[in-house]
């Protein structure tokens, strides 16, 4: 059985930094595109990266573009995404994607707060 799990998120100050991982157990992970979502309280998920599984190509929501950056090792089957200068609006529940939205795989999620 697939399993996604992120980790990383925490509490962070306007302007800092954290970085969040995706760790995919079993062989599956170089096969699939990942992305990442994030979900704030009363709003819907929304993807803010993703990157595909062989080029590494990527892209990026308008609202994070030049301050988040993804990446993955496919040889650790691990994901990552960077995120600077982080503002209270980037505070959400964070989740990895991995294969698609519609029928993919899903962790369950980390926190990141952004507040002084």
């Known amino acids: 059985q697939v399993q996604v799990v992120e980790s990383g998120g925490g509490l962070v100050q306007p302007g800092g930094s954290l970085r969040l991982s995706c760790t995919v157990s079993g062989s599956i992970f170089s096969i699939y595109a990942m992305d990442w979502y994030r979900q704030a309280p009363g709003k819907q998920r929304e993807k803010v990266a993703g990157i595909t599984s062989r080029s590494g190509s990527t892209n990026y929501a308008d609202s994070v573009k030049g301050r988040f950056t993804i990446s993955r090792e496919n040889a650790k089957n691990t994901g990552y995404l960077q995120m600077n200068s982080l503002k209270p609006e980037d505070t959400a529940v964070y989740y990895c994607?991995?294969?698609?939205?519609?029928?993919?795989?899903w962790g369950r999620g980390t926190q990141v707060t952004v507040s002084s």
């Open positions: 994607n991995l294969g698609g939205s519609a029928s993919g795989y």
